[in-house]
């Protein structure tokens, strides 16, 4: 068996990791929709009590809880953004070896990644 020849269990290792590493991208890019969402319904109630003259105490919890919900958003963007950059790496890594050329998880990984990355530049 030559060197370049991965056994079988680094390519085990290999499609964990991808598999890992695609969880982490597809979890973090849901909850960023969700925080956007619940951020943009909580701006929605900021203006509603401000619009109702509510009380100042509604008033000033409803804008924490916005400004909170912005906090989330760009936490876990960030997180995002990360975990996107470190599949391309393991991507792009394990592209460059032919033996992974038909790979499944392999495959899988570039369509989430292109997938991640579009939604990414949308939101």
């Given at each position: 068996m030559s060197a370049s020849k991965v056994t079988d269990s680094e390519r085990l290792a290999?499609?964990?990791?991808?598999?890992i590493k695609?969880?982490?991208?597809k979890r973090l890019l849901k909850e960023l929709v969700l925080y956007k969402k619940?951020?943009?319904d909580n701006h929605?109630?900021?203006?509603?009590?401000i619009?109702?003259?509510g009380e100042e105490w509604d008033i000033k919890n409803a804008k924490r809880l916005f400004e909170e919900s912005q906090r989330m958003v760009k936490d876990t963007g960030d997180r995002l953004g990360k975990a996107i950059q470190e599949l391309r790496t393991l991507v792009d890594s394990v592209?460059?070896?032919p033996e992974f050329s038909e790979d499944k998880?392999?495959?899988?990984a570039v369509k989430d990644l292109t997938e991640a990355?579009?939604?990414?530049s949308n939101i």
């Open positions: 290999i499609q964990r990791q991808l598999k695609v969880g982490a991208a619940e951020g943009e929605r109630k900021v203006d509603q009590r619009a109702e003259n592209k460059s070896r998880e392999l495959l899988d990355t579009a939604h990414m």
